[in-house]
Each structure stands twice: as C-alpha cells, then as structure tokens.
C-alpha cells in the first residue's frame, strides 16, 4: 500500500472531526436556548397563560 492512501485517510478523519465538531457546537445552542421562546421573544404569547412552566 502506497503511504498516500493513508494521508488520504487522515485527511477524511480530519474533515469528519471538523464536521462532528460544527454538529456538537448547533446541539450546544439548541439545548442552551429558552425551550419556549418566551425570554427572546421568539414565541407567541399565549393570553391567559403564565409566563413560565409551559412549552409550545
């Protein structure tokens, strides 16, 4: 086997990581956003509702 067929390899492994690296970054932000939008205002109010202990 030619020694290139590993760099190539290593190469694959080091785009793979970057792009599991960029996955675990977006679920980091998803998991530490407001559940229900409320705080930042994303979300529609629902009237009569309270503020806190539900999720749409």
Known sequence: ??????AGEVEALRDEL???KVLVN???????EEAD??????APSIPD???????M
């Not at 086997?1 to 590993?6: I, K, L, N, R, T």
């Not at 509702?49 to 999720?55: D, E, N």
């Open 1 to 6: 086997m030619p020694e290139d067929s590993g």
């Open 18 to 20: 970057e792009d599991l």
């Open 26 to 32: 977006t679920l980091l932000t998803i998991i530490m």
């Open 37 to 42: 939008g409320v705080q930042s205002g994303a």
């Open 49 to 55: 509702q309270p503020k806190r202990g539900y999720c």
